[in-house]
C-alpha cells in the first residue's frame, strides 16, 4: 500500500465497522446451529453422526476458501466481495428453513453460509490495511475479534428464547432479515474503491498467476516458521470451532449435568472461559 495516502477519519472508520458488523452477524449465524442442535434433530430424525456431517459441513467450505478470499478482495476490492458475501450468508438461513423430509437444505444453507462467512475477517482486515496506517491494524485486529464473539453471545442465549417461543425457523427468518440489514450496511458504508488502493490492486493483479499463486503457496508451506507460528493457533482453536461452536450445549449437558440455562451462561468464545464459568 501507498503509505502517506492512507486515512484514518470518518469514512475509514465506518468502512471498518460495517465489515466488523457482518463478521459479528456471520459469527452469531455460525453459532446458531449449536442452540438450535436438538430441534433439528428431532424434527429431522437425525442421530448425532448425521447431524455432525451436517454442522461440519459449514467448516468444509469455509476453511478452504479462506486461502481465496484474499485473492478475491486483493482483485476486486472490500465492497465488491462484502456486499455478495453478505446476502449469501443471509441465504443461507432461508435456505435453512425449506421444509423437507430430510437434511438436504439444511446442508445447503450451512454451505452457502461458509462460502459467505469465509470473506468476513479477511475482509476486516484487508479494510484495516487499506484505510488505516500500519500502527492501528494490531488494535483494529483485535477489536474485530472481540465484536465477533460479541456475535457467538448473541446467536446463544438471545437466540435460544426465541427458539423456545417461536421455534427454529422463526428465529432462522430473523437472522436472515439480520443479514439484510447488515447486507444495506455494507452496501451503503464501505466505499468504492480508494484510489491508492486501486493502483495496488492493478499492479498485484498484472502479476498474478496461477502459477506464481501455487509458487508463494508451495513457499509459504516449506517455511519452518509457518508451523511453528501456526501450530499453537490451530491447536486451540480447532477444538472451538468444531466442538465448542457446534456442540458446546451438549457436551456440558453430558459431562456437567447443567442445565440449559446455565449452558446458555457459558462464553462461546472461550474454551478456558467456559471451564470457569461451569466450575463457579
Known amino acids: 500500500m501507498i503509505k502517506h495516502e492512507k486515512k484514518s477519519g470518518r469514512v475509514a472508520w465506518l468502512a471498518w465497522a460495517a465489515a466488523a458488523i457482518f463478521y459479528l452477524y456471520e459469527y452469531a449465524v455460525r453459532i446458531a446451529p449449536s442452540v438450535m442442535e436438538h430441534e433439528l434433530a428431532i424434527e429431522f430424525s437425525a442421530s448425532a453422526a448425521t447431524m455432525g456431517a451436517v454442522l461440519g459441513s459449514y467448516y468444509l467450505v469455509y476453511a478452504p476458501l479462506q486461502l481465496f478470499a484474499g485473492l ?54 484487508y479494510l484495516a490495511a487499506v484505510w488505516f496506517h500500519e500502527n492501528k491494524l494490531a488494535f483494529l485486529s483485535g477489536l474485530a475479534t472481540s465484536l465477533g464473539l460479541c456475535g457467538a453471545l448473541l446467536g446463544q442465549a ?8 417461536s421455534g427454529w425457523r422463526m428465529s432462522l427468518v430473523l437472522l436472515a432479515i439480520i443479514g439484510l440489514v447488515t447486507f444495506i450496511i455494507v452496501y ?7 484510489y491508492w488502493e486501486h493502483e495496488e490492486r492493478v499492479k498485484i493483479s498484472s502479476q498474478f498467476s496461477l502459477g506464481n499463486f501455487l509458487a508463494g503457496l ?3 508451506c516449506r517455511n519452518k516458521q509457518t ?8 491447536v486451540y482453536t480447532r477444538p472451538l470451532l468444531c466442538l465448542v461452536n457446534s456442540w458446546e450445549f451438549n457436551t456440558y449437558k453430558i459431562y456437567y449435568a447443567s442445565t440449559k440455562q446455565k449452558r446458555l451462561k457459558l462464553p462461546a468464545c472461550s474454551p478456558s472461559g467456559g471451564w470457569s464459568e461451569v466450575h463457579w
Do not use: N
Open 158 to 165: 438471545p437466540l435460544s428464547v426465541l427458539i423456545d417461543k
Open 188 to 194: 451503503l458504508f464501505i466505499p468504492q474503491t480508494a
Open 72 to 125: 478475491l478482495f486483493d482483485r476486486f476490492g472490500g465492497k465488491k466481495v462484502l456486499v455478495p458475501a453478505s446476502i449469501v450468508v443471509s441465504i443461507g438461513c432461508l435456505c435453512t428453513i425449506i421444509p423437507a423430509s430430510s437434511l438436504v437444505y439444511v446442508t445447503i444453507g450451512r454451505i452457502l453460509a461458509g462460502i459467505g462467512s469465509s470473506c468476513a475477517f479477511i475482509g476486516v482486515m
Open 227 to 234: 508451523w511453528r507460528v501456526g501450530s499453537w493457533p490451530a
Open 218 to 220: 508451495i513457499s509459504v
